[in-house]
């Protein structure tokens, strides 16, 4: 089994920046399919970005492309989501999730909640204005 636990989350002013970071159990992190989610009150989870295995084939939603950078260290087992330029719509609890098998960057399919295998606890971002 993986287990993730997110960190790095908090309160920010609009404009200011958060790193999250998302440490995995287990000696395959290298192979895992990485993404991240956020889910604000009352709104279902969505994806934020998600990325191949190797680090070198990432996607970002929409809200975010410009501001967000997702990256991931696998000799730390670790896998980050870099947030600039915050907003207070990015206000959400924020989840990192893993795929062990099957992921293609290309597919929509793996931008859906139900496509991961593994989910951490989730980390509160609250931005304010």
């Known amino acids: 089994q993986v287990q993730l636990v997110e960190s790095g989350g908090g309160s920010v002013q609009a404009g200011g920046s958060l790193r999250l970071s998302c440490l995995a159990s287990?000696?395959?992190?290298?192979?895992?399919?990485m993404a991240w989610f956020r889910q604000a009150p009352g709104k279902e989870r969505e994806v934020v970005a998600r990325?191949?295995?190797?680090?070198?084939?990432?996607h970002y939603a929409d809200p975010v492309k410009g501001r967000f950078t997702v990256s991931r260290d696998n000799a730390k087992h670790t896998a980050y989501l870099q947030m600039n330029s915050l907003k207070p719509e990015d206000t959400a609890v924020y989840y990192c999730?893993?795929?062990?098998?099957?992921?293609?960057?290309?597919?929509?399919?793996?931008?859906?909640?139900?496509?991961?295998?593994?989910w951490g606890q989730g980390t509160q971002v609250t931005v304010s204005s």
């Open positions: 999730a893993a795929r062990g098998s099957g992921y293609y960057i290309g597919s929509s399919q793996y931008s859906r909640p139900d496509a991961y295998d593994y």
């Open positions: 287990g000696r395959t992190f290298s192979s895992y399919a």
């Open positions: 990325m191949h295995s190797s680090g070198g084939a990432v």
